[in-house]
């Protein structure tokens, strides 16, 4: 009958967890410390990667990285539009226009400019941590793409009926400290010259 009980054996003398360490051996290199863990935007910017690189794989003929320009880009962000969760109103739609509509309509649900122009950004570093290349043939930098995202954002804009803001900088005391520097300067000169 066999058992599947192990008894422990005593370890050899110069075994280097043996409370008798006679002889010195040398310690084993040490291990390479874990990596750390991924930031959320290195997680998210490698899943972009690898959803546009599965992208180019599902085309007919698949392309490599070193196949795809531009154009291929703006047919990704196109293709993303059928997973958006923002809903975008047609001019005919009689909601067009309103930030909050009162009731349902069959208008499409696209992507969100901001997140679009976020992944941009994303794929655009990735694109060149992956070799791509200098960041004036980026493709996701192209200028086509810019303009792409600007006719998105405007549409949506109109669309929902909310005009695109910039955000303003906020000021830091140290602009504040120059401004009334400047402030105090100039009128200091305004008063020895007069």
């Keep these: 009958m066999s058992s599947d009980h192990h008894t422990p054996t005593k370890d050899p003398p ?17 291990q390479p410390q874990p990596q750390q863990p991924l930031s959320r935007y290195e997680s998210q910017k490698r899943r972009d990667w690898n959803t546009f690189i599965q992208y180019l794989k599902s085309q007919n003929p698949p392309l490599m990285m070193s196949q ?28 067009f226009g309103q930030p909050d509509p ?64 910039k955000k303003k900088r906020r000021k830091t005391k140290n602009d504040v400290v120059v401004v009334k520097k400047e402030v105090a300067n100039s009128s200091n000169h305004n008063q020895s010259s007069t």
């Design 102 to 165: 009162p009731g349902p309509c069959t208008c499409p649900l696209r992507q969100a400019w901001g997140s679009l122009d976020a992944l941009i950004g994303r794929l655009r570093a990735a694109y060149e941590e992956h070799g791509g290349g200098s960041p004036e043939t980026n493709p996701f930098a192209n200028g086509s793409i810019r303009v792409h995202l600007r006719e998105v954002r405007e549409s949506q804009a109109k669309a929902r009926g909310i005009p695109y803001r």
């Design 68 to 95: 795809f320009d531009y154009t291929h880009v703006l047919s990704f962000l196109r293709y993303l539009d059928q997973f958006g969760k923002t809903k975008v109103h047609h001019q005919a739609c009689v909601f």
């Design 14 to 30: 110069d075994h280097p967890s043996s409370t008798s360490n006679h002889h010195k051996q040398p310690l084993p290199p040490p």
